[in-house]
T-cell receptor
């Protein structure tokens, strides 16, 4: 079984600052995927960014980027030029490679509540 | 392009009762997964349905059961409700032939047990 740990229950930064959210995971799998999801008060889980474990290059999506350290089993999310709309719960999630097709169930961390102050 | 839809939005039940939650996957998706998110916690995987069968299951008791219909929509049933079943129940969908793609989530059903 795999576990995902997010050690920062809450973080607060000023608008336009850069913030980094931490995530570590434990697994015996060699092929897997990592995700960051955002959950605003509206409750819908929204995909922020995805990283394939077999790729050495860190994923980026506009203001969002990750620092993936496979040997250290670390997967942090950096948000640049933070905006008020970035205020939300952020969840790190692990998914092992689905051999039989489709997508396996996700294992989530407990989340980090990110607050962007005006 | 319709996203994942769940009903009802909010539900109140008492201990011992049974409940059914419903989910329609995103248009074009054929696989449905269910998650339980307790207050202040991350979602926990309950089970996944594909081709009307349970394909994968997390660490949840048999009180939690499901069904998938030919149109790919799904139901989550919980029997003998406990106070600890109070949570947000999230449905997520994906397309089986696209391996390892991210899942798309609905807005969830908030279940409160009195």
């Amino acid at each position: 079984a795999q576990t995902v740990t997010q050690s920062q229950p809450e973080m607060s930064v000023q608008e336009a600052e850069t913030v980094t959210l931490s995530c570590t995971y434990d697994t015996s799998e060699s092929n897997y995927y990592l995700f960051w999801y955002k959950q605003p008060p509206s409750r819908q889980m929204i995909l922020v960014i995805r990283q394939e474990a077999y790729k050495q290059q860190n994923a980026t999506e506009n203001r969002f980027s990750v620092n993936f350290q496979k040997a250290a089993k670390s997967f942090s999310l950096k948000i640049s030029d933070s905006q008020l709309g970035d205020t939300a719960m952020y969840f790190c999630a692990f998914m092992k490679h689905a051999l039989g097709g489709g997508a396996d169930g996700l294992t989530f961390g407990k989340g980090t509540h990110l607050i962007i102050q005006p | 392009d319709a996203g994942v839809t769940q009903s009802p939005t909010h539900l109140i039940k008492t201990r011992g009762q049974q409940v059914t939650l419903r989910c329609s996957p995103k248009s074009g998706h054929d696989t449905v997964s269910w998650y339980q998110q307790a207050l202040g916690q991350g979602p926990q995987f309950i089970f996944q349905y594909y081709e009307e069968e349970e394909r994968q299951r997390g660490n949840f008791p048999d009180r939690f059961s499901g069904h998938q219909f030919p149109n790919y929509s799904s139901e989550l049933n919980v029997n003998a409700l406990l106070l600890g079943d109070s949570a947000l129940y999230l449905c997520a969908s994906s397309l089986n032939r696209v391996v390892n793609q991210p899942q798309h989530f609905g807005d969830g059903t908030r279940l409160s047990i009195l």
